[in-house]
């Protein structure tokens, strides 16, 4: 079935279906990500995303179980680009194919040779509306208007144990979790670091309810950070009472909010597995994993910019001056992606 990608501007790009087939509307993005589409397709950050990935080949690797590779119990972006499907995978842990999966989880995807043309448009008159069209004729949807933390966040409280007590001696530490959108690798490295972990909603307040903590993660999450405002909200509190905090992601823009700073949208997002970082104060670069539409406009008082984007001089991270919070734009768990930057883990436990 031939399908098409229609801009808000008009502009109209034909392709082959081989996905769900049903019209879908969101906010038009690309990935400059060459693998992991498995885990990106199920990261919570890309709800209400139509995602273009800008590497040509797709879909080589198949799909695995969900404990192979999954980031949420299920695929998150609302509908997929790309240039060559290849429904033939090859790999030991596939299940399926990735048409099978899309169908199965009802996302529809249009094979569009020149998403070359598309990743360029974005990138040079920046992010904008788009729809899938396949035989339904629909209406745009902004999802950035739309409160999407309270979407993908789990609904009732959660605890993790580790499993594990080698290693680092942290096994009293509990930390509460925040959930705005969280992947599952941020709950694992926890795990890993002999943490106990309480995952709460997204408007919880752990705070009011006396919740006993060591320290709280935000966690990652799409869209607009001030949509968030119940998390904004109980962020305030918990820094009032100098509860160690660590963000990630959305969880960096929150906590510039909390703290009085301010975030802004990016023309175009930062989305792949090949961002650098400098560190602030080093001439260290780390090569990161992001998912991001907004970043940090205004550095709260009391704080340092921690990382800069090497390629648009943004924030990515900032970090208290004597108080232990602190937060990351990008994803230190990866998940996909290099793993240059899990040590901001073991900085963040440190500090419990």
């Given at each position: 079935?031939?399908?098409?990608?229609?801009?808000?501007?008009?502009?109209?790009?034909?392709?082959?279906?081989?996905?769900?087939?049903?019209?879908?509307?969101?906010?038009?993005?690309?990935?400059?990500?060459?693998?992991?589409?498995?885990?990106?397709?199920?990261?919570?950050?890309?709800?209400?995303?139509?995602?273009?990935?800008?590497?040509?080949?797709?879909?080589?690797?198949?799909?695995?179980?969900?404990?192979?590779?999954?980031?949420?119990?299920?695929?998150?972006?609302?509908?997929?680009?790309?240039?060559?499907?290849?429904?033939?995978?090859?790999?030991?842990?596939?299940?399926?194919?990735?048409?099978?999966?899309?169908?199965?989880?009802?996302?529809?995807?249009?094979?569009?040779?020149?998403?070359?043309?598309?990743?360029?448009?974005?990138?040079?008159?920046?992010?904008?509306?788009?729809?899938?069209?396949?035989?339904?004729?629909?209406?745009?949807?902004?999802?950035?208007?739309?409160?999407?933390?309270?979407?993908?966040?789990?609904?009732?409280?959660?605890?993790?144990?580790?499993?594990?007590?080698?290693?680092?001696?942290?096994?009293?530490?509990?930390?509460i979790l925040i959930d705005c959108g969280v992947k599952e690798n941020i709950i694992r490295e926890l795990l890993n670091r002999n943490i106990r972990v309480i995952r709460v909603p997204w408007n919880y307040d752990f705070i009011e309810e006396e919740?006993?903590?060591?320290?709280?993660?935000?966690?990652?999450?799409?869209?607009?950070?001030?949509?968030?405002?119940?998390?904004?909200?109980?962020?305030?509190?918990?820094?009032?009472?100098?509860?160690?905090?660590?963000?990630?992601?959305?969880?960096?823009?929150?906590?510039?909010?909390?703290?009085?700073?301010?975030?802004?949208?990016?023309?175009?997002?930062?989305?792949?597995?090949?961002?650098?970082?400098?560190?602030?104060?080093?001439?260290?670069?780390?090569?990161?994993?992001?998912?991001?539409?907004?970043?940090?406009?205004?550095?709260?008082?009391?704080?340092?910019?921690?990382?800069?984007?090497?390629?648009?001089?943004?924030?990515?991270?900032?970090?208290?001056?004597?108080?232990?919070?602190?937060?990351?734009?990008?994803?230190?768990?990866?998940?996909?992606g290099p793993v240059d930057t899990t040590w901001i883990f073991d900085k963040f436990l440190n500090s419990l």
């Amino acid at each position: 079935m031939i399908g098409r990608l229609i801009f808000e501007d008009g502009t109209i790009c034909e392709g082959t279906s081989f996905g769900f087939e049903n019209s879908v509307a969101g906010e038009i993005a690309f990935s400059t990500g060459m693998v992991g589409y498995t885990e990106s397709f199920t990261d919570p950050s890309y709800k209400g995303q139509i995602l273009t990935l800008s590497y040509p080949i797709v879909g080589s690797y198949g799909v695995p179980l969900r404990l192979g590779g999954w980031e949420s119990e299920k695929i998150q972006i609302s509908g997929l680009i790309v240039s060559q499907y290849i429904n033939t995978p090859s790999h030991f842990q596939s299940i399926m194919n990735l048409g099978e999966w899309l169908k199965q989880e009802k996302i529809p995807a249009l094979e569009i040779p020149d998403t070359r043309f598309i990743v360029k448009k974005i990138r040079d008159e920046g992010a904008t509306l788009a729809k899938v069209e396949l035989g339904e004729t629909i209406e745009f949807v902004n999802p950035n208007k739309q409160n999407l933390v309270e979407m993908v966040s789990i609904k009732e409280i959660k605890t993790y144990k580790p499993a594990r007590l080698g290693g680092v001696q942290r096994q009293n530490k509990t930390v509460i979790l925040i959930d705005c959108g969280v992947k599952e690798n941020i709950i694992r490295e926890l795990l890993n670091r002999n943490i106990r972990v309480i995952r709460v909603p997204w408007n919880y307040d752990f705070i009011e309810e006396e919740m006993q903590c060591d320290g709280v993660v935000i966690s990652n999450g799409p869209g607009d950070p001030k949509m968030a405002s119940k998390t904004i909200e109980i962020v305030k509190k918990a820094l009032a009472k100098k509860i160690p905090i660590l963000g990630i992601c959305l969880g960096n823009q929150i906590l510039a909010l909390a703290s009085g700073g301010d975030t802004y949208k990016l023309s175009f997002g930062h989305r792949g597995q090949n961002q650098p970082c400098s560190l602030v104060g080093s001439k260290k670069c780390y090569i990161t994993t992001q998912n991001h539409g907004f970043a940090i406009k205004k550095i709260p008082p009391g704080f340092n910019s921690w990382f800069i984007n090497c390629n648009d001089g943004t924030n990515e991270g900032i970090i208290h001056k004597t108080l232990p919070f602190m937060s990351v734009q990008f994803h230190p768990e990866a998940a996909p992606g290099p793993v240059d930057t899990t040590w901001i883990f073991d900085k963040f436990l440190n500090s419990l």
